[in-house]
């Protein structure tokens, strides 16, 4: 911090004399501008970007420089982009309804959907259908805009649902977005624009199965036919739907369609990736771009929970042994490592966890967060061999008690650096606050990006 000079009056003469500057924080302690983890201390963000109760469901990784954390707190829709690889950052937020929705384009626009579901009549555990959509824009250097309603509209997508009760906007352009909506049974493509600008005709498809959420950047649209899952780009207002090209190896399951539809587990530049259960104990991960797409059979295991990069994806799964998670690592080409060590110690008492992933050049990181009653712990582990090998995991903070707690928001995997966007008590206040680490080297050392 840059020492501010006071004025300080000695006889007829002005002498000036640096004010006191507040020591950084202790180890395990954070101040408003910088948390000190085990590991490296990070960057504070400022207050107003997101209240720390901001639950993150999505990261979206445009290149080495842009990315995009989105969320959720109570009413408020609210995301995050950098555009210099995590250095500074700009929220987008809204007030949202009963359903939301971010997306981002290839240029790191982004779009929130939003809207209302429809009441009653729903099926035991399932989402209701949406019955209402608006859309706002935010290019590249701009915030978002009012929202434009998507449907209804008058004389037009009157009818309009969303039956699978998750739609997730197309981002085709700054000003362009599209929702796969169903009038009746007939599947509709409809598109919106921002408010005061003509919204295009909705292109009626073909029946068949379609997932509703985008896959890929630019977008693509996938649909099921038996055992097949094919693509196709999203079709822009005026195009009709090309045909789709089945994904080679892609073989879908009884729920396919409902687990595409969750959308996907990690996005990276042009790449969509989503973890399938293809059977008990078996699972695939499908990879979709707009210039290529893939599947590759992946071992099975509880979480759907996958972490990736330019470099590979990792998929958890459990230890055969010790039935504990393991971190398995796969190339995009479908080559996996068979990982030797497992990545974290486990607490022996009933605890509540979250394990965070990233497919690195070197191998793999990972955080895990752990909590029972007043104790927590917040650790990282680390391989450096392609996943084969972790070493001993490393404690980023821990203790026993409510306060001071380190909980790790999203892990963001940028080509070359590495993320990690965590929470933290601001030391002798009631306060909390957002920080960023940054690993330049596969995660052997963090500091402030």
């Not at 954390?69 to 995590?86: E, Q, S």
């Not at 979480?303 to 796969?330: A, N």
Request: positive net charge; charged residues 20%.
């Amino acid at each position: 911090m840059v020492a501010i000079a006071a004025t300080v009056i000695v006889g007829c003469k002005k002498k000036e004399e640096p004010e006191s500057v507040p020591p950084p924080p202790a180890q395990g302690g954070a101040s408003v501008d910088v948390v000190a983890t085990t590991i490296g201390s990070g960057l504070g963000l400022p207050s107003e970007l997101a209240p720390t109760s901001t639950t993150w469901d999505r990261v979206f990784v445009i290149d080495d420089k842009t990315a995009i954390v989105a969320g959720r707190a109570l009413d408020k829709a609210i995301a995050l982009r950098t555009t210099d690889g995590g250095r500074s950052w700009v929220s987008l937020r809204a007030k949202a309804h009963k359903w939301v929705s971010w997306s981002a384009g290839a240029d790191g626009s982004v779009v929130l959907a939003d809207g209302n579901r429809e009441k009653g009549g729903r099926v035991a555990g399932a989402l209701a259908p949406i019955e209402s959509a608006r859309l706002r824009f935010a290019p590249l250097e701009g915030q978002l805009s009012e929202p434009a309603a998507l449907f209804p509209a008058e004389d037009k997508l009157n009818k309009a649902t969303v039956p699978g009760g998750i739609a997730t906007p197309a981002v085709l352009s700054p000003e362009l977005a599209s929702l796969l909506v169903t009038e009746g049974r007939m599947p509709v493509v409809a598109y919106g624009a921002p408010g005061g600008q003509q919204q295009p005709e909705a292109l009626k498809a073909p029946r068949g199965r379609y997932v509703s959420v985008p896959y890929g950047r630019p977008p693509q649209l996938l649909s099921v036919a038996g055992a097949a899952i094919a693509v196709r780009p999203w079709p822009r207002p005026g195009e009709p739907l090309a045909p789709g090209s089945r994904i080679p190896g892609a073989v879908a399951g009884a729920k396919a369609i409902e687990q595409l539809n969750r959308g996907p587990g990690c996005e990276t530049g042009p790449w969509s990736l989503q973890r399938l259960a293809t059977g008990p104990n078996k699972a695939s991960i499908v990879g979709v771009s707009a210039d290529r797409s893939f599947a590759f059979p992946v071992p099975g295991g509880a979480s759907e929970q996958i972490g990736c990069g330019p470099e590979g994806v990792v998929v958890e799964t459990l230890d055969k042994d010790k039935k504990h998670p393991q971190l398995v690592r796969c190339a995009l080409d479908g080559k996996c490592a068979t990982p030797k060590s497992l990545p974290f110690e486990i607490w022996p008492e009933t605890h509540e966890r979250t394990i965070l992933t990233a497919a690195t050049k070197q191998g793999v990181i990972a955080t895990l967060c752990a909590r029972t009653g007043a104790r927590w712990g917040a650790y990282l582990a680390q391989s450096l061999d392609g996943g084969a090998t972790f070493e001993l995991p490393r404690i980023i903070g821990e203790g026993k008690s409510e306060r001071g707690y380190f909980q790790v928001g999203a892990l963001i995997n940028l080509p070359g650096r590495v993320l990690i966007l965590m929470s933290a008590d601001v030391t002798g206040t009631t306060k909390r606050g957002w920080y960023v680490l940054a690993s330049d080297d596969g995660g052997s050392n963090w500091g402030p990006p």
